[in-house]
């Protein structure tokens, strides 16, 4: 392992929104905590309120308030109990749920009057089921409650203080109030994270995506330090980072951490009492024993305690996202997990496929600027090279040629003119008319005339079109390879020209008297591949008829998809 220290990123800085909250917030994904503190108040404002209403209870006085006390008692030492113990938090969620319908069993009938908690105690075991499980838990503890509530009515049937109607009305409300939860719960969605990727594209590509990453997932979760450990499909060993602070340890090698990868894909863990927590799909809790299910040597090497761990998988690497010293860490960071983990390997996989872009232009800009070179400098050098040759033989013959010389020396200047007029071309960013493409190809079409010693002419019979600038320089250089094609492997001395606009579609069409290209073994004529890739790129397409004392290449261009 080697030790580096790198900035901290401010996410609020760059404009990216995390819509999470804050750490700081006391009942930050603390449900446990909001069900303490509700039955302790349900306790204690019932039997406040019945001690002040002389009339309550109307049954079983004695036994009522110490029912009431004890249940307060209970309440105050299971808030004591969980509020800072995950583990304890979990292992009494189902024995405090049995306590809390029970209360609502023998309290709902003692009291009648206006400070009855018939609603409040009816809810908070709904409630209960549904934050910590699911709409089934839901579903079997409204049933559970109504069939009590019902047995307890029929049990005090006839007697003195039954009264039918309030009876009725108050069977029908649970039915309504347990259908309007298990149908919300049914339907629930999971936000407990909410992260905008888009705003993290700003942030793509300008340092470690790991680093990115992990951040994203302390920020959210409120966690001091944290640990990414990834590896690509094949490999056996991991890699990653742990940021401390503003401290980042790279970690180069790393043994597989979780060995029970069937525990569950998001698990709280603490090493020193060696406990795991996850939940199932159904949201039930599960219990391990962290020596168990983590490989306790690399654990300490990576120097973990406690914490969250979280499944990592994104298309590009598997691995885990290890999250510490969270404040006030409970249960329901289990859920949250799972999230960050998506999220994770979310930012992972765009920072590849951003990278694979990246890669891809340069790649394409290198291809183009090669097919550039070679279809400008390249064929006009081999242009100047067929004059030369020709001046030499005239010098070796005693012809005057100075004139020669200085028309060579001419179009040297004017193809310096090209070049700059080129990379000019290429600095803007705009479509030029149709009439000034034209003029650049006829000035290009006379220089091509004297370098290759050809009778080469341009014709065009449309009017008016906007031309991008990407489709005039690719017109530009194929008729300068076409005509090269023509002269140097066709022998012509005369090339005809044809510029059309077809709709979306630019036409060139080049007419030479050469001999014409060679055949393949179906017959048909050998394409110029410098030609063809070229097309390719474009987008366009590529005909070409050829015969003794005739060549005609006719090549299309689509004007939309360059302008795109």
Excluded at 127 to 134: C, D, K, Q, V
Excluded at 140 to 164: D, N, P, R
Excluded at 197 to 212: C, R, T, V
Excluded at 390 to 396: G, L, N, S, T, W
Aim: hydrophobic content about 50%; charged content about 20%; overall charge neutral.
């Amino acid at each position: 392992m080697r030790f580096l220290r790198l900035p901290l990123i401010s996410l609020a800085r760059e404009g990216a929104a995390l819509e999470l909250g804050t750490a700081k917030n006391l009942f930050k994904y603390q449900s446990g905590r909001v069900i303490a503190l509700g039955r302790v108040m349900l306790a204690a404002m019932f039997l406040v309120a019945i001690w002040l209403d002389k009339s309550q209870p109307s049954d079983a006085v004695p036994q009522t308030y110490a029912f009431l006390f004890l249940y307060l008692c209970f309440a105050l030492a299971v808030a004591a109990a969980t509020w800072s113990n995950w583990w304890r938090d979990a292992r009494l969620a189902v024995p405090a749920h049995l306590v809390d319908m029970a209360m609502f069993a023998v309290i709902v009938f003692s009291t009648n009057g206006y400070t009855s908690p018939f609603f409040l105690v009816f809810i908070l075991p709904l409630l209960s089921a549904a934050i910590r499980w699911g709409w089934r838990e839901t579903a079997i503890t409204a049933l559970a409650l109504v069939v009590l509530f019902f047995t307890g009515g029929l049990l005090v049937w006839g007697s003195i203080g039954f009264e039918l109607q309030r009876f009725i009305v108050r069977t029908a409300h649970l039915v309504i109030l347990s259908s309007i939860l298990i149908w919300f719960g049914i339907h629930q969605r999971f936000t407990s994270l909410f992260v905008r990727l888009d705003d993290f594209d700003s942030l793509i590509g300008q340092g470690d995506p790991g680093a990115l990453a992990l951040r994203v997932a302390m920020e959210a979760a409120g966690a001091r330090s944290g640990t990414l450990l990834t590896r690509s499909e094949g490999e056996e060993h991991f890699s990653g980072l742990r940021i401390d602070g503003e401290s980042v340890r790279t970690i180069d090698r790393a043994e597989p951490l979780v060995s029970d990868r069937g525990f569950g894909k998001s698990l709280l863990f603490d090493l020193g009492k060696n406990r795991a927590l996850t939940k199932t799909a159904r949201s039930w809790v599960r219990f391990g024993k962290a020596l168990a299910i983590l490989d306790s040597s690399e654990a300490n090497r990576l120097g973990l305690r406690s914490g969250l761990i979280a499944d990592l998988r994104c298309g590009t690497a598997e691995g885990w996202l290890i999250l510490e010293d969270i404040p006030e860490l409970s249960a329901d960071y289990i859920d949250l997990g799972r999230e960050v983990g998506r999220a994770a390997g979310s930012l992972l996989d765009r920072a590849a496929l951003v990278s694979a872009i990246e890669e891809s232009v340069a790649a394409q800009t290198r291809l183009s600027l090669a097919r550039d070179v070679h279809d400008s400098i390249v064929q006009f050098l081999a242009g100047a090279s067929f004059r030369v040759e020709a001046i030499a033989r005239a010098a070796r013959s005693g012809s005057q040629v100075d004139a020669d010389l200085n028309e060579l020396k001419r179009l040297l200047v004017e193809e310096q003119t090209e070049i700059r007029s080129f990379v000019s071309a290429l600095r803007r960013d705009r479509a030029i008319e149709l009439a000034e493409v034209v003029e650049d190809l006829r000035a290009l079409a006379v220089r091509l005339s004297q370098q290759w010693s050809i009778d080469c002419k341009v014709s065009t019979a449309a009017k008016e079109a906007a031309i991008p600038i990407r489709v005039h320089l690719d017109v530009q250089q194929l008729l300068r390879e076409a005509v090269a094609n023509a002269v140097r492997h066709g022998g012509a001395d005369q090339v005809a020209v044809e510029l059309a606009v077809d709709g979306d579609t630019l036409k060139l069409d080049v007419v030479d008297n050469g001999r014409g290209f060679g055949q393949a073994n179906g017959g048909a004529p050998v394409e110029p591949w410098s030609l063809k890739e070229r097309v390719d790129r474009a987008h366009g397409s590529l005909l070409l008829v050829s015969e003794p004392g005739r060549t005609d290449v006719s090549i299309s261009l689509p004007l939309a998809a360059a302008g795109a």
